[in-house]
């Protein structure tokens, strides 16, 4: 084998950087691939889209307000038919009538009927702007028609069989809500630091993989168990 063969079997192409269409370089991919367009997607969504709570529909409370609203006005409508009949006013909008006329705006009773007239305004416009389903997380969109949410109770009790798979750790509470996600543990064995780091780390990849839209902030508190 001459020294020509030599120099050109030792030769090979060496890996290049990918340049993306920002100008940016990309992954080191030793085969010259760039990155796949479903994961460029992916991160795009999640990074250019706000992704917003689930509403709920609140059945309940409209049903309410509805049938409150038709009953009254249904009962008005008609009292006033039977007063264009020349029949008599009804009692209670006679009562009603000479109330506002007599009682004065400092009165006890107008200042209460005020301030639950208040309080209910308040109640429907908080339930008209609020998304409510606060016990839903949403989730990073894999597609942009396609919305996900992992139920709060779903991700605690994830997140707990987590930390009891922690050397360690004998018992464990943990408490997620809409932005934190809280847990205290019981250890009665190792050093509480070296256990809270182990809760640091297996909770924290927990929370990646739970693939929420809103990264959760996580609190780990850790102690021995009491002395009986």
């Known amino acids: 084998m001459s020294d020509e063969d030599a120099e050109r079997s030792d030769t090979r192409r060496l890996p290049t950087l990918d340049k993306t269409p920002d100008g940016a370089e990309g992954t080191d991919r030793a085969d010259g691939a760039t990155p796949s367009s479903a994961d460029a997607a992916a991160t795009g969504t999640a990074d250019h889209h706000r992704v917003r709570r689930f509403r709920s529909a609140r059945r309940v409370p409209a049903a309410l307000v509805a049938l409150v609203l038709l009953a009254a006005a249904g009962l008005l409508l008609y009292d006033v038919a039977a007063v264009r009949a020349d029949r008599p006013a009804m009692t209670w909008r006679r009562w009603l009538a000479r109330e ?45 028609d ?26 464990v509470r943990v408490a997620v809500s809409r932005r934190k996600a809280k847990t205290h543990a019981i250890s009665h064995f190792r050093e509480l630091d070296e256990v809270r780091a182990d809760l640091d780390t297996s909770l924290g990849e927990g929370l990646r993989q739970l693939g929420l839209a809103h990264e959760l902030r996580l609190t780990v508190d850790v102690r021995r168990p009491k002395k009986r």
């Open 146 to 171: 396609i919305r996900a949410g992992l139920d709060r109770a779903a991700a605690t009790l994830v997140l707990r069989d987590r930390a009891m798979e922690v050397a360690g750790v004998q018992s």
């Open 100 to 144: 506002l006329g007599t009682r004065h705006l400092d009165n006890p009773w107008v200042l209460g009927a005020a301030a639950v007239a208040v309080v209910l305004g308040i109640w429907l416009v908080v339930s008209a702007v609020t998304p409510g389903l606060r016990q839903v997380l949403p989730m990073r969109p894999a597609a942009p």
